[in-house]
């Protein structure tokens, strides 16, 4: 027996006889598509198509996740009055409630509740309810160590500003260090371990200014390279090792040619950055930066088979407008989530 038959049978009015079609965004005024393919998922997991684009939809779920900026918050415990770190601004409406204090056991979580009204709608008594409910000064894992600065991610020890990320320590202003240590300004390090200024990297050691690139030791300023080694200004290689701006040198050449340059020295560090950055741009760039996929239309995905809008995503199937995961399958529109 169904709990919602009133709702089953408007839904399957709408599911039914729906084929693809036109619509126009309720937000943004924009036209687009609902595909075949979205309208077998709306009924798989049995929802009705949506009134806002793809675009917009995302702009929503994001409006709920300050994911890069903290602000200084009064405690609203009461009898409380001390200042905090937090990811909420002072004029959202709910009280927010230092870190140690929301997870502990001193105050009465039950206290919180509301009696549903039927005769009144849900979404309005729900928001009210969103809008007293003390939330948490941070959105981060309470079994993180030494890690108060930082938002969403998991099994931290030792960050600082660092935003997301899972099992990453030592690290310092950086999105997404997974499994990683001692990395400073990264954009995305899976299984790194001291890196500087880098972005999407996959098991390096010692790399400063590394950009697309995997599997590489004691690299500056490189960009989409693989398994190389004591490399300097490259672009594109395989499986070599020192090479200077794509030049293939003798071990005695690099290292007579490599412990001239200071990169320590702002001038020579922005000199040897402009002749690398002329490299890239010379150089032929990959479309997309995909990795072992199937059926994907997307960006950053790896591992991922019948994905649809997708971006910087791992290890999932059957997804469709979402970003921000890892080991996902048969889910749509979604941000930031992990296992499911």
């Known amino acids: ?117 039927a005769a009144k709608d849900f979404l309005s008594q729900f928001n009210d309810l969103f809008r007293t409910a003390p939330q948490p000064t941070l959105s981060r894992d309470p079994s993180s160590i030494n890690s108060e600065y930082t938002l969403y991610g998991l099994q931290l020890k030792n960050c600082y500003y ?14 997404w260090s997974i499994y990683s240590k001692q990395c400073v300004d990264v954009l995305l390090s899976l299984e790194c371990e001291l890196l500087y ?3 999407y990297q996959l098991k390096c050691y010692n790399c400063n200014f590394y950009y697309f690139s995997q599997n590489c030791l ?33 071990e005695e050449e690099y290292k007579k040619r490599r412990a001239e340059i200071n990169l320590g020295d702002r001038s020579v560090l922005e000199k040897y950055q402009k002749q690398f950055w002329n490299l890239v741009k010379e150089s032929p760039i990959r479309a997309v930066r995909n990795e072992r996929c199937q059926n994907v239309v997307g960006n950053y995905l790896v591992n991922c088979s019948n994905c649809y809008m997708a971006f910087w995503i791992q290890h999932s199937q059957n997804v469709r407008y979402g970003d921000f995961t890892i080991h996902m399958k048969d889910r749509m529109d979604f941000s930031m989530s992990f296992e499911s």
């Open 162 to 175: 660092v935003f997301g990320g899972l099992n990453a320590e030592d690290c310092y202003y950086g999105v």
């Open 218 to 250: 004691d690299c500056d300023l490189i960009y989409d390279c693989r398994n190389c080694s004591n490399c300097f200004g490259c672009v594109n290689l395989r499986n070599k090792k020192h090479c200077f701006f794509n030049k293939q040198l003798t």
């Open 1 to 117: 027996m169904s709990k919602t038959p009133k709702f089953d049978e408007a839904l399957d009015k709408i599911l039914d006889n729906l084929q693809s079609h036109e619509r126009v965004c309720k937000q943004c005024s924009a036209t687009f598509v609902v595909l075949a393919e979205d309208i077998d998922m709306y009924k798989m997991l049995r929802v009705p198509p949506p009134n806002f684009c793809p675009k917009c939809r995302r702009q929503r779920r994001l409006a709920f996740a300050n994911y890069t900026t903290l602000y200084k918050h009064q405690c609203q415990v009461p009898g409380h009055n001390e200042s905090m770190v937090s990811c909420i601004p002072a004029t959202k409406p709910f009280p927010v409630y230092d870190f140690e204090y929301y997870w502990s056991d001193k105050w009465d979580r039950q206290g919180q509740y509301r009696n549903y009204d």
């Open 197 to 199: 200024e880098s972005v």
